[in-house]
């Protein structure tokens, strides 16, 4: 399919933003965007359009499931909040990284049940970050994002992606869990490592170029840091 070689671009504080969104909201988001030029700004006052057909064999589920699922995401997405650090996006002092922006992805939605496409008309708020960038932009294959079955692979992914230049990145526990949208979610380590962690992993290595070696640091006897060792294979 020539969309799943499409490359898709995005603010590396969008990369790090917190947010609940589900895997179908996701798809929808990224696929939206491969189908637009985004070297060139976003017209605020444009809708932009996703094809059934085309979300359907992109992510390689029935027509029928695409059909119901984008009659309800693109609902959702009018409802969902992401939460951006200001200090990303030049609203807060570098040093602040309690100050957060809330928005939302989308200003208006619409879903044509007789030409079967989703129109997203994107939030003024979210258009800096997804257009027209010049630095400190993360990209991705849509190819490989449309091969991961959970959201947490599908947001990890995104992190690791921005980070693939360098040999590792270490997060707090904490500071994973909010860029997961698990705040509330697995309180025990040992199950957010089984139920999330590791699943995510395997499904990235299996699917993208990328080898992720995970290493856990303690502080007082509890995994405190997560420390991830990224390798990109080419030619896989």
């Known amino acids: 399919m020539q969309n799943k070689k499409l490359v898709v671009y995005e603010s590396n504080a969008l ?10 909201c996701m798809r929808l988001i990224f696929l939206c965007l491969g189908t637009i030029d985004q070297r060139t700004p976003i017209d605020p006052n444009e809708f932009y359009s996703v094809d059934l057909k085309v979300f359907a064999s992109t992510f390689n589920i029935a ?8 009659r309800k995401i693109h609902i959702k997405l009018l409802q969902e909040v992401i939460t951006i ?11 602040d990284h309690e100050t957060k922006i809330d928005t939302h992805v989308i200003q ?10 989703v129109e997203l008309q994107w939030s003024n708020a979210i258009i800096p970050l997804i257009s027209n960038i010049k630095r400190d932009f993360t990209k991705h294959s849509l190819r490989d994002l449309s091969t991961l079955n959970s959201i947490h692979s599908f947001k990890i992914y995104r992190i690791i992606s ?3 230049k360098i040999p590792s990145i270490s997060f707090t526990v904490e500071k994973f869990r909010l860029l997961l949208g698990l705040e509330d979610k697995y309180p025990i380590f040992s199950d957010l490592k089984k139920h999330v962690l590791m699943v995510a992993v395997k499904e990235i290595e299996q699917n993208t170029n990328y080898k992720i070696k995970v290493l856990y640091e303690k502080k007082d006897r509890k995994v405190h840091t997560l420390k991830f060792q990224i390798k990109e294979v080419e030619g896989m």
């Open 15 to 24: 990369v790090q933003s917190y947010n609940k969104l589900s895997l179908s």
């Open 108 to 117: 208006a939605c619409r879903f044509n049940a007789k030409k079967r496409t």
């Open 85 to 95: 650090p200001a200090y990303l996006i030049g609203r807060a002092d570098l040093s």
């Open 162 to 164: 921005q980070y693939r």
């Open 63 to 70: 027509s029928k499931t695409a059909y119901h699922e984008l």
